[in-house]
């Protein structure tokens, strides 16, 4: 890789217990790339995220943030810092209607910061955004509350609520997970919007083929450890993965 | 006001009380013997809250006025009622049983999983105890007011133990409370319902879906754990006398042995009891009975500042698991 | 069984419909509508005092500071997700610092007042912040707590006063000053949180409650803010535990006592969680009520419990939400 990478993950480990989370996983993510990683159930994808993203505190290694070393720092911190996630189970402000939602990020300091006071009426910002990850305008669907609205929109105000931040790097944690094809269909124009807009993202899925169709690299998780790493192709004729997913095969 | 608190107790905890030797070559001696009661009698104290908190995560803070009843109870009977003390103890243990059952059934299993309201409930069960035992003129009842009414000690008179003196309650208190830890963890882990008990504690839903009823085990836990407040009362109450101002008390130490130790950990809280237990005897000895109400403060705020889930309790940092 | 043929059918206003909390007021009757129920809350609390003896008032005085706790508490549970079972804190600390100040340094009440409500309203947040790590039942749990141990540490050391107290604070100078000063700090403190609760700071507290992880993870430390909500709520209960000094010109443990921590609570459950006026409402009628059984001693505790056990039990959504409900909808019978 020419560039430095934007996120470099080193020798990360984390027990819970006596188990074995994850354990020495390492791995870089170059700026405007969308990396992604799968792996079994239990293979540790979460707590990835949440070691990542600061939730967490691993027991082991680093996690390295534009070269600055973000393992110690507290989650708001960084996302301060440009580096956010979604959450895997769906959980947004239910009490609050859609747009309220993304008043949280638009009030936090890196939007203030960049924004320099010019942020305007801070209700209309938040509409544009849930405009631009696919609520419709003019309907009543932003005034609804958060917890009567069905899970696609609450993927897509996940989305928006990392957005908000105008984040460098997104974790996204199983967007995929419980939704239709079409509407998976319809969400991944808007993740490659993202990436042309230059956010760095990192998926975590379930869903392969739609992640092997996005990803420029993929990197491979079981029982906590990293088995492979690659572009989509390698990953895909990768022997261990196959073992991993599939099991090892037996002769009879 | 109307919860008045008693300005004549110049210590908080008139029920540790007991006279000091003054000996100096039996001091650590008799720290040792004191404080090895004491820390049993708050891990008495909080056992019953710590099992049906453990159980069915509910916070029973009905806790202390189950305890006070049963003293009340138990006088009755004796002194009104004329009953043997024995037969007075095991009627009050039933009902304190059935008064937890019940608090359960009527009460709290409507309000099961609002961890708030269920303490906002069964505390407001636990003010109509205490306060109905202090309520006067109504169909003639008195009300129990004022240090009147004391329990006999099961057996009268001391022993000198290494050179210091123990009444024999306080040796019948250690002896039943390591019997009723022991007897407890055999029946958690030898009979069904122990067995069923523990498995709801674990993962209720798991449990439940193997044929365990989440609501029978609660209800179970709730009586277990109201008797066990009963026993820890008419064990440790002939140590001093019976107010309802007890059951705030006894209620107080219950959760900061819970606090510190975990809630919902036994062993937390008998390791809570023990460290409670000293720490407050020790500076007791040291600096003199007042400072023990501090102490306990003291070892509650370090906790919290630098172990929040407490000695042994497991507190979640995310919902969202691997 | 006979069949049903009609049923109740409930419809929003259409003034209600149209959009959430935002109204297109086309017309008087529209204003009207909405400013009712806000004007006779007013007026009632103003004009009640007229009609009732002194004694009433004086209950009115301590249903106000009721009022305050209980807006506190139902701010924190309701909006921050803090169940503080230790209202009596607030008030303790409020109450001790004022009285302190007038005893000593002979600080008239008007200006001890805002001073312990501000200095108390610190402190008590100060003893709070080690516990908002906590999350649930133990912050519950602990803030039930902290009171007492403020009991036993202050007969244990035996400063403020001790187990006596200290009497012989200053007063307020006339019923009505002392009357229109907690009624106006109700409707203050309640139009005021009321506002908050729908300001970007709210929305954040409302979003903490909700899903803590997720504010976190939009770059907004939820120590920071629940700090400061803690510290509002906690003027709310100083203001209160210094007026209270200065009303009966006298400080004490009692302050510290389970009756504030308890009465709001039960107002709140009444009146409505989360509704902000409910608890207000709840504290002027349960504070008369348990003053009218005074002279049955401890029934009155019994019997506020038995209505907060009813309520939670039975009508868990509260007195005020039920209205909101009667007043914003309207019931038809409909043919099945």
């Known amino acids: 890789m020419a560039e430095s990478p934007i996120l470099e993950v080193t020798e990360l480990s984390k027990f819970f217990g006596g188990v074995q989370a994850i354990m020495n996983v390492s791995f870089a993510l170059a700026p405007g790339q969308i990396l992604g990683i799968i792996g079994p159930n239990g293979s540790g994808k979460t707590t990835l995220v949440n070691l990542i993203s600061g939730f967490v505190k691993p027991d082991k290694g680093s996690v390295f943030f534009k070269g600055r070393n973000i393992t110690a720092l507290q989650p708001h911190k960084i ?86 931040l105008k984040p460098e790097v997104i974790i996204c944690d199983e967007v995929f997970s419980g939704l239709s094809m079409s509407e998976i269909t319809s969400l991944i124009p808007l993740l490659e919007r993202l990436r042309m807009e230059g956010i760095t993202l990192m998926m975590i899925e379930h869903r392969l083929r739609e992640l092997f169709r996005l990803s420029d690299r993929v990197v491979v998780l079981a029982f906590g450890r990293k088995i492979a790493e690659g572009t989509p192709d390698e990953v895909m004729n990768n022997r261990t993965v196959k073992e991993a997913y599939l099991g090892t095969e037996t002769k009879v | 006001m109307t919860l008045e608190y008693r300005s004549d107790g110049v210590s908080a905890i008139s029920i540790l009380h007991h006279s000091t030797l003054q000996e100096p070559d039996f001091y650590s001696m008799e720290i040792l013997i004191y404080g090895t009661v004491n820390s049993i009698i708050f891990a008495l104290i909080a056992l019953g809250f710590t099992l049906v908190y453990g159980v069915s995560r509910v916070p029973n803070f009905a806790h202390g006025s189950i305890y006070v009843l049963v003293g009340f109870l138990t006088w009755s009977f004796v002194n009104n009622s004329g009953f043997p003390y024995a037969l007075a103890v095991i009627f009050s243990l039933v009902v304190a049983a059935i008064l937890g059952f019940l608090i359960y059934r009527i009460v709290l299993i409507r309000l099961r999983g609002m961890a708030t309201s269920e303490i906002i409930a069964s505390f407001a069960v636990s003010l109509i105890i205490l306060e109905g035992l202090r309520m006067q003129g109504i169909a003639g009842f008195k009300g129990f007011i004022g240090p009147f009414y004391t329990l006999k000690p099961f057996i009268e008179g001391k022993i000198n133990l290494l050179g210091v003196f123990v009444d024999y309650q306080r040796l019948i208190i250690i002896g039943v409370g390591v019997g009723m830890v022991i007897l407890l963890s055999l029946f958690t882990h030898h009979t069904k319902t122990g067995l069923s008990l523990r498995a709801i504690a674990q993962d209720e839903q798991a449990a439940m879906m193997l044929g365990v009823n989440s609501d029978r085990m609660a209800e179970i836990a709730m009586s277990i754990g109201s008797a066990l407040a009963g026993l820890a009362a008419v064990l440790i109450l002939p140590l001093g006398s019976i107010t309802a101002e007890v059951g705030y008390r006894v209620l107080i130490y219950a959760l900061a042995v819970c606090i510190i130790g975990g809630l919902g950990s036994w062993g937390g809280a008998i390791l809570a009891a023990f460290v409670i237990g000293f720490a407050m005897k020790i500076s007791t000895a040291l600096f003199g009975a007042l400072w023990e109400s501090v102490v306990l403060v003291g070892t509650i705020i370090l906790i919290l500042l630098f172990k929040p889930s407490g000695l042994l309790g497991k507190q979640k940092e995310l919902e969202e698991r691997v | 069984m006979v069949a049903k043929t009609r049923r109740k059918k409930r419809l929003e206003r259409s003034i209600k419909v149209r959009c959430e909390g935002l109204y297109a007021l086309s017309s008087w009757s529209e204003i009207a509508y909405l400013m009712a129920p806000r004007v006779l809350l007013i007026l009632g609390l103003l004009v009640i005092p007229f009609y009732v003896d002194m004694y009433w008032q004086r209950v009115l005085c301590s249903a106000g500071i009721y009022a305050l706790l209980a807006l506190s508490f139902d701010f924190l549970a309701a909006y921050v997700g803090l169940v503080c079972l230790g209202g009596a804190l607030f008030i303790g600390i409020g109450g001790y610092i004022a009285g302190l100040l007038n005893h000593y340094f002979h600080l008239s009440p008007f200006v001890t007042i805002p001073i312990a409500t501000i200095v108390g309203a610190a402190i008590s947040t100060l003893v709070l912040i080690p516990c908002l790590r906590l999350r649930g039942i133990y912050f519950a749990i602990v803030s039930f707590m902290l009171p007492l141990f403020a009991v036993y540490i202050i007969i244990a050391l035996n400063v403020f006063g001790g187990t006596e107290g200290i009497s012989a604070l200053d007063t307020f100078p006339s019923i009505s000053l002392e009357l229109y000063l907690i009624l106006a700090a109700v409707l203050a403190a309640l139009f005021a949180i009321r506002r908050l609760v729908n300001e970007d700071m709210g929305i954040i507290l409302r979003g903490v409650k909700d899903n803590d992880q997720a504010v976190r993870a939009s770059g907004i430390s939820i120590t920071a803010y629940k700090i400061r909500a803690v510290f509002m709520a906690a003027l709310l209960g100083c203001f209160g535990g210094a007026y209270l000094g200065h009303l009966y010109g006298w400080l004490g443990i009692s302050l510290f006592a389970m009756d504030f921590s308890i009465l709001p609570i039960a107002a709140t459950v009444m009146g409505g969680m989360g509704s902000l006026v409910g608890p207000v409402l709840g504290a002027f009628i349960l504070t008369p009520m348990s003053e009218a059984l005074r002279g049955f001693g401890q029934l009155r505790v019994v019997l506020y419990c038995l209505i907060l056990i009813a309520f939670m039990v039975y009508k868990p959504e509260g007195i005020m939400n039920i209205l909101q409900r009667k007043y914003h909808q309207f019931e038809k019978w409909e043919e099945v």
């Open chain 1, 79 to 164: 996302a301060n810092l440009g580096l956010t996630r979604t959450f895997q189970v769906m959980r947004p402000y239910h009490s609050l209607s859609a747009f309220k939602n993304l008043i949280v990020p638009l009030n936090s300091p890196r939007v203030k910061r960049s924004s320099a006071g010019k942020l305007g009426d801070i209700d209309a910002v938040a509409i544009d955004i849930l405009e631009e990850v696919g609520f419709e305008r003019d309907a009543r669907v932003p005034y609804k509350t958060a917890g009567s609205l069905p899970l696609g929109y609450l993927k897509r105000l996940e989305l928006g609520r990392c957005i908000a």
